[in-house]
């Protein structure tokens, strides 16, 4: 058994001078293992820490959002119908729902005549672009999360009287030439004018109110000919969306909630875990080339490393040495260059990891046992790299080494 440690002693101490006695050799080769270990290191950790980004995100948006609209029925011709309307109240139904935080109904007015701006220079000249004009109650825009840029939007006292007002999307306020509402400006919905009280933008459900004119629902129910609503979109607390989901249908129609279709996001927890999967898919691919062409370069090195000491394995074999000696002390010195560069890789790949989470404001997620275990996924790398050099120098006989040969 000592004898036994005194040899492997004596093979890694040969071995450890095989690397330091060419140290310029020994950082290039070890540097190439270090760039694979630390692109593998840091875009394993970007990926999880990006898909734990895009969860949070997920959570905060997605996750709270619950629409519900009538169910459709193909009708004869292929055109689809509704078997029960919507209700005009649908949004004071269900905010009364455990969990709900906003509600409100949105409808396209589909037959709505144009919208002009006030005053109107030239009668006879040509409608600008359509602006499409939707009918929305109150707390629609809460439940959207609508950005108010100018004024406010409307309230439920002007959905009571059915106030001629309107909120403006910020593409249809850029179209019709309204920046500002402190000089009271109105639009013209056909030949009715209506006073614009607010401007919106950036909302995270239907998009279509920036491009629109948003009007009162019992106002368009009273002027635009509007019957029943769309759709009812509703904004919950977290982790409530899946039963909101599953108590609006029976909110809105009691006596037959199949008639309603409630869509609710999946569970956040199966999101994450496909998002991480299929970013850490991609990534793991790319970390891998990069390990496999540090691995090309100890390869490479190591072979020359073998070409040039011809002389010495021969004068080894000719003292006694064995081939399995000369194997081993080849797979140690390159085992040895992967484990450095799984050191220097593994440390790399965790600073560039935090620096770019730093400056992205992400919260860094990074799997500790990777960074740990980089200096032994760069050994096993380094060992298999060494291989075929090591199969090499231990095939070379004495005899042909002395003279020269390979």
Known sequence: MAANRVHWRGQFGEALNGVLARPSRLVL??????????????????????????SRHFDAIAATQVSVQPQSESAAGGESTVSVAMRMDSAA????????????TITRIADAPPVRSVPVIDPSA?????????????????????????????????EDRGDAVVVLGANAAERLGINRIDNSPTVLIGERPFAVIGIIDGVVRHTELLDGVVVPQATAARVLGLVAPEQLQIQTAQGAATLVA??????????????????????????????RGDVNGLFIVLGLVALFAGAVGIANVMLLSVLERIGEIGLRRALGATRRNVATQFLLE???????????????????????????????????????????????????AGAFPAWRASAIEPVDALRGGT
């Open 93 to 104: 139904r269900v905010v009364r729902l455990p969990g709900v935080v906003a509600a409100g």
């Open 126 to 158: 040509p409608a600008p672009p359509l602006v499409p004009v939707l009918a929305a109650t109150p707390g629609l825009f809460a439940a959207v999360d609508a950005h108010v840029v100018a004024g406010r939007t409307y309230d439920t006292g002007h």
């Open 334 to 384: 390159s085992g040895l260059v992967g484990f450095l560069g799984g050191l220097v890789g593994a440390s790399t790949g965790v600073t560039v990891a935090l620096v770019v989470s730093s400056t992205k404001h992400w919260t860094p997620v990074l799997d500790l046992r990777l960074a740990v275990g980089a200096p032994a996924l760069g050994l096993t790398v380094g060992i298999l």
């Open 29 to 54: 080769t070890a540097l190439g293992a270090a760039l694979g270990l630390a692109a593998l290191v840091a875009t394993l950790g970007l990926a999880q820490t990006a898909a734990n980004q895009v």
């Open 246 to 275: 599953h108590q609006a249908p029976i909110a809105l129609e009691p006596n037959d909630p199949a008639s309603m279709v409630a869509s609710a996001p999946p569970p956040p927890s199966a999101l994450r875990d496909r998002v």
